[in-house]
């Protein structure tokens, strides 16, 4: 059972950055996706990006060209770097884990605890 933390969070203004870090119990190179998701206070949870275990990436519109999810998989890490923050960006960011996509909602997926991220305008 792998557990996943992540920190980082935090209250910023409005265009500035964040870099949100996600730790791993154990190895995540079983785990061919590790993925961002926020939930916004009254919203349903939203995919934010994705990264693949080679490396492949995708972002949810909102994100392009603003976000950049990374991992080590050396470290049992995965990282997303948040620059030019809107106060829209405000929410709960988990880090999630699994084989794949379709399977990170499901219980074999897995999923940290979140951390707030707060934008002030």
């Known amino acids: 059972q792998v557990q996943l933390v992540e920190s980082g969070g935090g209250l910023v203004q409005a265009g500035g950055s964040l870099r949100l870090s996600c730790a791993a119990s154990?190895?995540?190179?079983?785990?061919?996706?590790m993925g961002w998701y926020r939930q916004a206070p009254g919203k349903q949870r939203e995919f934010v990006a994705g990264?693949?275990?080679?490396?492949?990436?995708n972002y949810a519109d909102s994100v392009k060209g603003r976000f950049t999810i990374s991992r080590d998989n050396a470290k049992n890490m995965a990282y997303l770097q948040m620059d030019s923050l809107r106060p829209e960006d405000t929410a709960v960011y988990y880090c999630?884990?699994?084989?794949?996509?379709?399977?990170?909602?499901?219980?074999?997926?897995?999923w940290g605890q979140g951390t707030q991220v707060t934008i002030s305008s």
């Open positions: 999630a884990a699994a084989k794949n996509i379709v399977l990170v909602t499901t219980s074999l997926g897995y």
């Open positions: 154990g190895s995540i190179s079983s785990f061919n996706f």
């Open positions: 990264i693949t275990v080679s490396g492949s990436t």
